[in-house]
């Protein structure tokens, strides 16, 4: 299962900068872009669709200036922020989710990048969890260079999350405190030193659309394996100055394009799927082949039950991938055909029931 969702990105792009704008500017109708993109979708992933499941273990404290997100600094977003969780507590978060059917352990920090003395720890931390777990470990920390990106790599770690979030030319308009560069020459770094990449987008920021093509095209030029596209959530505080407004139709468009450039690489529709693909959101499936659970690192999404059912009810598998609730875990057990089956949920059961004629 997991070779086939680890496909790499030797794939060539099936469209180029001026299909995928004619995708975005609504010149082609909607059911034949999503028609085109499900094509490598269940070629790559059949019809499979991975969970992720954030644990966040420092929130806060960040002296970056990211107009999008909650922990950043004089942000006003009422966060409760706590420090680096200690290895004791990380291992124990590990031990859960393996505990819960996990085969990854994810782990984000806040900040700017790890200091000598958050790497040696979460250095120590990972190589714990791969040595006594037996998890593939991925971390999202902020920059890096290339000898600490080895000494993760030399730890065990096995995939490193620094998305783009918007094209180099718009990237100023986003944040000022550290630049586009930096993002790129960490990505460069963990690449280098021999550990995947997971690395996406954040839409609705007020870019053009030809933003959306050039980070998509970045991506692909990486050639990053695991692609978070999240649609831009308003939180109190935020410092973007023009967010753009998103409809369903155009976040399905971005997916899209994502999918037709990327064609073998993990889309995930990430944080805002909720809000900004609202009734559409089940199609979102036909393009994407993941999705996070149960909220995003300071804003509340679908529950995981919800989520499910939503997979299940287009007809496709859920995967679980970094963590699941001790119940669904048992499930997934106890029938591996149909790992979703309302019988093992009382209340969900009695509910379906009351509806029965
Ligand atoms: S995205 Fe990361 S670096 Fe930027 S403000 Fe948030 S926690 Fe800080």
């Given at each position: 299962m997991e070779a086939m969702v680890t496909a790499t990105q030797a794939i060539p792009s099936l469209i180029d900068t001026e299909s995928a704008l004619s995708i975005l500017d609504g010149s082609l109708p909607l059911l034949d872009v999503i028609q085109q993109a499900s094509k490598p979708r269940f070629t790559y992933f059949q019809n499979t669709v991975?969970?992720?499941?954030?644990?966040?273990?420092?929130?806060?404290?960040?002296?970056?200036?990211?107009?999008?997100?909650?922990?950043?600094?004089?942000?006003?977003?009422?966060?409760?922020?706590?420090?680096l969780k200690s290895e004791d507590e990380i291992f124990a978060d590990a031990k859960?989710?393996?505990?819960?059917?996990?085969?990854?352990?994810?782990m984000v920090t806040s900040g700017t990048g790890p200091g000598d003395k958050s790497i040696q720890k979460l250095s120590k931390t990972i190589r714990r969890i791969t040595d006594e777990l037996q998890m593939k470990v991925c971390l999202s920390a902020g920059i890096l260079d290339q000898g600490k990106a080895q000494i993760l790599k030399e730890a065990g770690l096995d995939r490193y999350n620094h998305n783009l979030n918007t094209s180099s030319s718009h990237y100023g308009e986003i944040c000022t405190t550290h630049t586009y560069s930096d993002r790129l020459s960490t990505l460069e770094s963990a690449q280098s030193a021999g550990i995947g990449l997971c690395s996406g987008v954040i839409v609705g920021m007020g870019e053009s659309l030809d933003d959306i093509v050039a980070v998509a095209m970045e991506l692909k030029r990486l050639e990053v394996a695991s692609i978070p596209v999240n649609f831009f959530i308003p939180i109190k505080g935020h410092a973007i100055a023009n967010p753009s407004h998103l409809t369903p139709d155009m976040?399905?468009?971005?997916?899209?394009?994502?999918?037709?450039?990327?064609?073998?690489?993990?889309?995930?529709?990430?944080?805002?799927?909720?809000?900004h693909l609202r009734g559409m959101e089940s199609m979102g499936?036909?393009?994407?082949?993941?999705?996070?659970?149960?909220?995003?690192?300071?804003?509340k999404g679908?529950?995981?039950?919800?989520?499910?059912?939503?997979?299940?009810?287009?007809g496709?598998?859920?995967?679980?991938?970094?963590?699941?609730?001790?119940?669904?875990?048992?499930?997934?057990?106890?029938?591996?055909?149909?790992?979703?089956?309302?019988?093992?949920?009382?209340?969900?059961?009695k509910f379906q029931k009351n509806l029965l004629p």
């Open positions: 991975r969970i992720h499941i954030l644990d966040n273990i420092k929130n806060g404290y960040c002296p970056e200036d990211c107009g999008y997100c909650a922990q950043r600094k004089n942000g006003d977003s009422g966060i409760q922020e706590y420090p859960q989710a393996k505990e819960n059917g996990a085969y990854r352990f994810c976040c399905l468009r971005i997916l899209a394009v994502f999918r037709l450039i990327n064609p073998s690489a993990e889309i995930r529709m990430a944080a805002g799927r909720e809000g499936l036909y393009i994407a082949n993941s999705l996070f659970a149960s909220g995003y690192l300071n804003v679908s529950e995981i039950q919800n989520t499910i059912q939503m997979i299940r009810d287009a496709m598998v859920p995967e679980f991938a970094d963590g699941i609730p001790e119940e669904w875990s048992i499930a997934l057990k106890e029938d591996k055909n149909h790992p979703y089956d309302v019988k093992n949920f009382p209340d969900l059961y």
